[in-house]
């Protein structure tokens, strides 16, 4: 009987997380070498990894591309981070073209996700694909300095698909890795 329980549980597992999003690729691009037509970074100037440093007086903006796989209709959040606490949320959804601070419901998710420091949800649909590319973008300014991250998240999921770390810094270079 114990080993019955114990299979059903298995499947009932298998069966929810073949439901979830899963993230395909992400990466970081200088708006500049944003092409909107291919929705895709100009060759050779995508940022990967986690050693990436921004100079904002140099970039201006960053976009952030993600891929992400689904085998329905999913809800997929960049959740823009940077520092310990944040006194205000904001929420930008892309169907509705509206920004907003975050309500209830959406803070209470942040802390079920024990998210700190989140300045910014986007919230998008990816539909049925294999390779769905999705993105947001952030202005840096010389005021935001210090660690960034942001994290991808299927909305039904409390673990992160991916994240992404970059440092925004002064420097004479704009970009390096």
């Known amino acids: 009987m114990l080993r019955m329980i114990a299979v059903f549980a298995v499947i009932v597992v298998f069966a929810a997380s073949g439901f979830a999003a899963d993230l395909v690729s992400m990466k970081l691009c200088p708006t500049k070498d944003y092409d909107s037509t291919s929705r895709e970074c100009a060759a050779g100037k995508g940022l990967e990894g986690n050693s990436i440093r921004i100079d904002p007086s140099k970039i201006g903006s960053i976009q952030f591309l993600t891929a992400v796989k689904t085998s329905k209709d999913e809800e997929i959040y960049h959740v823009w981070i940077f520092g310990k606490s944040s006194s205000k949320v904001l929420v930008y959804d892309v169907t509705t073209k509206t920004l907003r601070e975050a309500d209830a419901s959406e803070l209470t998710w942040l802390k079920e996700r024990n998210i700190e420091g989140a300045r910014v949800i986007v919230k998008m649909t990816a539909?049925?694909?294999?390779?769905?590319?999705?993105?947001?973008?952030?202005?840096?300014?010389?005021?935001?300095?210090?660690?960034?991250?942001?994290?991808?998240?299927?909305?039904?999921?409390?673990k992160a698909l991916g994240e992404m770390e970059f440092t925004v810094a002064l420097s004479d270079k704009g970009i390096t890795e």
């Not at 694909?129 to 909305?155: C, H, I, N």
């Open 127 to 158: 539909p049925a694909s294999e390779r769905f590319r999705l993105r947001s973008s952030k202005t840096l300014t010389p005021a935001m300095v210090g660690l960034w991250k942001v994290q991808v998240y299927d909305v039904t999921q409390t």
